[in-house]
């Protein structure tokens, strides 16, 4: 029983094949395209206004030469929201739930910033390791701590969306299978308990967009230090 919880997580496979490309790419197709029209319907006004607020407010503490990652931020950003929400229907998968694929997200983003620091200021990207005023004797401990919290930055990023959305996930099966069990024993406990797992649903709701755009927003930060 208690293995059966994590199935859940477990890619799944139709045929000896992968279905997570399939659960990947689902998003976009779900998404309403543009049409060529004067006045949209009101489900591509309120993407494009949410869009267009997000975008403003993520890269508002940001220069000019941060500007260029504005699409890229926003296409991740509405990509973790979608495949976040979908996840929390039954019978689906999350692929988000999988650490695999968001260190694939968050290392080449984060490497890419990075990147961007060394190559424009390096000066700059390089004093971030050593604090101003540091006493001598502290120097070689903090330049290879920093460097050390410089390294876990992505794997921070990864590990904090897989474990929220996998602890919620799993509460989320627990409080059910509880109400199932208590239903022919106990009616009204099982009844409260389905009250909690409703309040507990709108909070996971809540984590699956906070914690796509704390994603994004944590890479527009390291993008800010580097640019």
Same mark, same amino acid.
């Given at each position: 029983m208690t293995m059966s919880f994590f199935d859940q997580f477990a890619s799944p496979f139709f045929l000896g094949i992968p279905l997570i490309a399939i659960a990947i790419a689902l998003p976009w197709v !779900? !998404? %309403?395209t543009p049409s060529s029209r004067w006045i949209n319907n009101r489900l591509l006004t309120i993407q494009g206004w949410f869009i267009n607020r997000f975008t403003n407010q993520l890269l508002? %503490?940001?220069n000019v030469g941060g500007h260029k990652w504005a699409l890229l931020f926003a296409s991740l950003m509405v990509f973790l929201i979608t495949i976040n929400m979908?996840?929390?229907? &039954?019978?689906?998968?999350? &692929?988000?739930t999988q650490?695999?694929?968001n260190m694939g997200l968050a290392v080449p983003l984060w490497l890419a910033t990075v990147i961007i620091?060394?190559?424009n200021q390096p000066t700059v990207a390089l004093g971030h390791l050593l604090p101003e005023g540091t006493p001598i004797p502290l120097i070689p401990v903090l330049i290879i701590i920093e460097t050390i919290s410089l390294f876990i930055r992505p794997l921070a990023l990864g590990v904090r969306l897989t474990a929220n959305l996998t602890a919620g996930h799993l509460l989320i099966q627990l409080i059910a299978t509880a109400v199932f069990v208590l239903m022919p024993m106990m009616p009204a406990v099982a009844i409260l308990t389905a009250a909690v797992l409703f309040l507990l649903t709108l909070l996971e709701v809540a984590v699956a967009m906070i914690q796509a755009y704390v994603f994004v927003l944590l890479l527009s930060l390291y993008l800010q230090e580097n640019v």
């Open positions: !779900l !998404l %309403p508002l %503490p940001l979908l996840g929390l229907l &039954p019978y689906t998968f999350t &692929p988000t650490l695999s694929l620091g060394m190559r």
